[in-house]
Every structure is written in C-alpha cells, then in structure tokens.
C-alpha cells in the first residue's frame, strides 16, 4: 500500500467523523467480517431513566428509593445515574456484572441483577420478566435480608443504530450483540435494531473471551464499545472501534474514533477502507 493513498483515506475519515490511530489501520478494517456490538452506551444511549416501581408488600416507596440510591449515588455504573440520590454509604462493594452493596443509614442494602438475592415474591418476579419483555433492565433492591423492590430501568435504542446495522449487513458482515445484562433484555434491544445473534450475561472479564471465541473459529472481528469493561475486548479484536462519547480507556485500547457515537461512522470507515485500498496493491 502506498502511504499517500492510505493519508488520503485517513483525511476522509476525519471528515466523516472518525479519527484512524494510524495508516495501517486501514488495512485491518478492509478485512472484517464479524462485528461485535457492546449494547449499553454503544447500540443504545445509555442514558437511563427509571421507568417503574413494584414494592414488596408492606413497602415504602420512598425508602426503596432513598436507600437505594443513596448506594447508587456510590456507583458509576450508567444504571446508577438513574437512581442515585444524595447520601452517606459505608462498606461500599462494587459487585462487578452484578450490582452494588453497601450500608446506608443502618441496613445493609443490595441492589442489582435477582441473581444476588433469593426467590423474589411473586409480584415481584412478575413485574421483573414484564419489564425484561420491554427490553427494560430490572433492578432487584432489598435490605437487612429481605427482597423490598424491583425497579425497572429503561434505556433508549439510539436513532440511528438499526440503520447502522442494516449498513453491516449490506457489507457482508454479521452482527453480534455483547451485554452483560439480561438475556430476554438483550434479545429486545437485538430485535429493535435487527441483530439475530446474542451473547448476554456475560461478566465484564469475559467479553474478552467472546471475541477469543470468533476469532478461533476464523472470523476476523471488529469489536465497537464504549465502557471501560470493553476495553480488553477492543484490543483484542482485529480492529477496535470506540464511541467517542465512551471512557478515555476504551478510546485508548481502540484503533478507531466513532467521534459523534454514531454506529452508522463504523459502516462507513469499513467501506471507506476498502474503497481506499481497492485502489491501490
Ligand atoms: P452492561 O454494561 O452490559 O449492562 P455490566 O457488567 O456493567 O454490563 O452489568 C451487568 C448487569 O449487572 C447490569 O445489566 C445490571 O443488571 C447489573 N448491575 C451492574 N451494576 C449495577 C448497579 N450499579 N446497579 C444496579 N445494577 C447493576
Ligand atoms: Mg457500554
């Protein structure tokens, strides 16, 4: 490859809104043929809102949510922004992939996936596979060893991603979509942008491992993420793509800039690449 024509390429990467960490590259893009997508804050905004309450019976609304969030008010996770409210947490754990734990004003409160509690209470466990069928993340909070509430928690699909996916597709790739949250959520959100394949539930060390996993079987995969558990996932991957909207640590392990967050640039720098070095031997 000429360096001049790959220069060229990169400039018109600039333009389109994507920053190429080096000529080279370009080469790795033209040859994908799997991409795999992190779904919170990648596919989806990853602005969260709370868009439900169930209480257990015998529950207090407002004190589900003030303990609740007082202890997400602890977290950076992209659900914690939803819930968090003002207040003091002692003995702070961060549960990786599952939730969060920690004293607030004299209990000891857990909130996250049902996986860290016992059976929930059949109102309860209803109002958990109801929100997961509307692709809505439910959050289990329970204090001092009893199951309280179930939040529901609701992301938005970004505009423009199922045309992204539509523009993967028409360039010979398959689409795979990549979460850590739940399997019927993520199927959900798959269906709204088009994607049939699915790996959820995976812990943020194992994303990694997924990608592993396609490239032992031959394919030569681009990975898109924007959180700091995507990062090993991305350097492992032929080419890394970061949302530009994502952690520095994600855009450092990464090859390629999305600088809007817009999924539509990685079809575009995959068919720029190939453009620019079908011209040149
Ligand atoms: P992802 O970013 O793909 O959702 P994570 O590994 O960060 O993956 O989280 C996996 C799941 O664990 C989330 O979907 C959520 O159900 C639960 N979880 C993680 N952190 C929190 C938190 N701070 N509060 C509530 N639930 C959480
Ligand atoms: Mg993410």
Same mark, same amino acid.
């Given at each position: 490859?000429?360096?001049?024509?790959?220069?060229?390429?990169?400039?018109?990467?600039?333009?389109?809104?994507?920053?190429?960490?080096?000529?080279?590259?370009?080469?790795?893009?033209?040859?994908?043929?799997?991409?795999?997508?992190?779904?919170?804050?990648?596919?989806?905004?990853?602005?969260?809102?709370?868009?439900?309450?169930?209480?257990?019976?015998?529950?207090?609304?407002?004190?589900?949510?003030?303990?609740?969030?007082?202890?997400?008010?602890?977290?950076? $996770?992209?659900?914690?922004?939803?819930?968090?409210?003002?207040?003091?947490?002692?003995?702070?754990?961060?549960?990786?992939?599952?939730?969060?734990?920690?004293?607030?004003?004299? $209990?000891?409160?857990?909130?996250?996936?049902?996986?860290?509690?016992?059976?929930?209470?059949?109102?309860?466990?209803?109002?958990?596979?109801?929100?997961?069928?509307?692709?809505?993340?439910?959050?289990?909070?329970?204090?001092?060893?009893?199951?309280?509430?179930?939040?529901?928690?609701?992301?938005?699909?970004?505009?423009?991603?199922?045309?992204?996916?539509?523009?993967?597709?028409?360039?010979?790739?398959?689409?795979?979509?990549?979460?850590?949250?739940?399997?019927?959520?993520?199927?959900?959100?798959?269906?709204?942008?088009?994607?049939?394949?699915?790996?959820?539930?995976?812990?943020?060390?194992?994303?990694?491992?997924?990608?592993?996993?396609?490239?032992?079987?031959?394919?030569?995969?681009?990975?898109?993420?924007?959180?700091?558990?995507?990062?090993?996932?991305?350097?492992?991957?032929?080419?890394?793509?970061?949302?530009?909207?994502?952690?520095?640590?994600?855009?450092?392990?990464?090859?390629?800039?999305?600088?809007?967050?817009?999924?539509?640039?990685?079809?575009?720098?995959?068919?720029?690449?190939?453009?620019?070095?079908?011209?040149?031997?």
């Amino acid at each position: 490859a000429t360096p001049t024509a790959l220069l060229v390429g990169t400039g018109r990467g600039a333009q389109l809104g994507i920053l190429i960490k080096g000529p080279e590259v370009l080469e790795s893009t033209r040859r994908i043929d799997t991409i795999v997508l992190d779904k919170t804050g990648t596919v989806t905004t990853g602005r969260m809102a709370l868009a439900g309450v169930t209480l257990a019976p015998g529950e207090d609304r407002a004190e589900v949510l003030l303990l609740a969030g007082a202890l997400e008010n602890a977290s950076e $996770h992209p659900i914690a922004k939803a819930l968090a409210v003002p207040g003091e947490v002692t003995q702070f754990t961060n549960l990786e992939g599952f939730g969060v734990r920690g004293r607030v004003d004299g $209990h000891a409160v857990t909130v996250g996936k049902a996986e860290l509690f016992d059976e929930l209470p059949r109102e309860l466990a209803e109002a958990k596979a109801a929100a997961e069928k509307l692709g809505r993340t439910a959050v289990v909070v329970g204090w001092d060893g009893r199951v309280r509430a179930v939040l529901e928690v609701a992301d938005t699909v970004k505009p423009t991603s199922a045309e992204a996916v539509r523009r993967f597709v028409a360039l010979g790739l398959k689409p795979v979509l990549l979460t850590g949250d739940n399997e019927t959520v993520a199927r959900q959100v798959a269906r709204e942008v088009g994607i049939d394949d699915v790996v959820a539930e995976v812990l943020p060390a194992g994303k990694v491992d997924v990608v592993k996993r396609l490239q032992d079987e031959g394919r030569r995969v681009a990975m898109v993420g924007d959180g700091v558990n995507d990062a090993a996932a991305l350097a492992q991957a032929d080419l890394g793509l970061a949302m530009g909207t994502g952690t520095d640590v994600a855009i450092e392990a990464s090859d390629l800039t999305l600088v809007r967050g817009d999924l539509r640039a990685a079809a575009d720098a995959i068919r720029l690449s190939r453009r620019t070095l079908g011209t040149i031997k």
